[in-house]
């Protein structure tokens, strides 16, 4: 059973930290992932699937005593509408700072610059009939916010969401995600019968057991979707994930004849590169 701690409800402490956001809600999934809410910014306006540096202050120095904060890239699992922000982290045992984030409890403080910026959103790409979402671990953040963004099904007439991970476990986010969205009162209506869902393991046997390259390569990934094969007039693709799976899909989709896009110039598929894991 997940473990989810409430939101705090006594009234709040003054902000001790820079540009420090409140936790209002902790997930842990498993021994190795966990999701996390903060209050937002009134200021902060941000595109659906963009990352901001998090993170919270490190030891002091032992010669100075003074404090140096340490930041990560994490992606905005939640909605640009959403009134908090979502993130989706892993659990490094001596990790600068995840060994010390995955113990954060509603009420803690963590740092939040507002500087939303990244590759994995709806303007650098090019309008098209499909898009494709691939993800890796917790790659999958980005696209849990964009599969709740309504101009995502306003843009495309289906989404297929691909997530990989080690174990069936592993999953259980995207899955939970995915089957509460279909309920949704904002977007449930917009979701139904565009949405496709295609979660991969690669080591744990699962009802599909694989890479998402091999299942590309192989074609398995269409036979089982029943859509044809990937093509530059009418798919579209994001990429987020460990660096090895982002250079070998750049490697697939350009074989499939799709060009890499940016905000300055769309294309066919755009890849997130500042985020590995």
């Given at each position: ?22 936790v ?39 010669a100075?005593g ?19 922000l ?6 490094v ?13 509603p ?34 953040a ?7 963004e309504?101009?995502?099904?306003e843009?495309?007439d ?9 174990d ?41 057991t ?53 905000n ?7 890849v ?6």
């Amino acid at each position: 059973m997940n473990e989810i701690t409430p939101v705090n409800t006594q009234s709040p402490a003054p902000k001790a930290l820079p540009d420090a956001q409140r936790v209002t809600s902790v997930t842990h999934w498993t021994d190795r992932l966990f999701s996390f809410r903060v209050t937002r910014p009134q200021s902060l306006r941000f595109r659906s699937g963009e990352f901001v540096m998090i993170g919270l202050m490190g030891d002091p120095d032992p010669a100075t005593g003074r404090q140096k904060p340490l930041l990560r890239a994490y992606s905005i699992a939640s909605p640009a509408w959403d009134d908090e922000l979502e993130f989706y982290s892993i659990k490094v045992q001596d990790g600068p700072l995840t060994s010390r984030l995955q113990h954060i409890s509603p009420g803690d403080e963590v740092i939040l610059r507002p500087k939303p910026v990244g590759t994995l959103v709806h303007d650098a790409l090019l309008p098209g009939k499909r898009l494709w979402f691939f993800s890796t671990g917790t790659g999958i953040a980005p696209f849990a916010s964009l599969i709740r963004e309504p101009q995502t099904y306003e843009d495309y007439d289906e989404v297929i969401l691909t997530h990989t991970c080690r174990d069936v476990a592993d999953l259980e986010y995207g899955r939970r995600l995915v089957e509460d969205l279909r309920n949704d009162p904002l977007i449930g209506e917009m979701v139904e019968g565009k949405l496709r869902y295609y979660p991969t393991t690669t080591r744990e046997e699962s009802a599909v057991t694989g890479r998402i390259t091999d299942l590309l390569r192989s074609g398995k990934v269409f036979e089982d979707l029943g859509v044809p094969p990937i093509s530059a007039e009418s798919d579209r693709a994001m990429v987020c994930g460990s660096m090895g799976l982002n250079t070998d899909l750049k490697e697939i989709l350009e074989g499939f004849g799709l060009r890499e896009g940016a905000n300055s110039e769309p294309a066919e598929y755009v890849v997130e590169k500042a985020f590995v894991g």
